[in-house]
Nanobody, 113 residues
């Protein structure tokens, strides 16, 4: 059974930083593309960033230059480093194994002064 467990969310002031982690278990991690998504209240879930098995990354335009996705295959973990956070980044952030039905439980990120 595949499990994805996020951590690292919290409350931060505008301009601050957070690092999210997603630990995977139950399958071979290194061969899959992993993604971070977010969902704000009343809005659809959207892709924030993704990283392929080879390390190729892509980002939503709204986070380019501020967020960095990375992975540590030895630890079966994917990270999302978020900097220069804005109030509009407030959402529940989810980890997802692409092209599968596997999602984490989500971690809340709140950006507010």
């Amino acid at each position: 059974q595949v499990q994805l467990v996020e951590s690292g969310g919290g409350s931060v002031q505008p301009g601050g930083s957070l690092r999210l982690s997603c630990a995977a278990s139950g399958s071979i991690f290194s061969i899959y593309t992993m993604g971070w998504y977010r969902q704000a209240p009343g809005q659809q879930r959207e892709l924030v960033a993704a990283i392929s098995s080879s390390g190729t990354t892509n980002y939503a335009d709204s986070v380019k230059g501020r967020f960095t996705i990375s992975r540590d295959n030895a630890k079966s973990t994917v990270y999302l480093q978020m900097s220069s956070l804005k109030p509009e980044d407030t959402a529940v952030y989810y980890c997802h194994r692409e092209r599968s039905s596997y999602w984490g439980q989500g971690t809340q990120v709140t950006v507010s002064s």
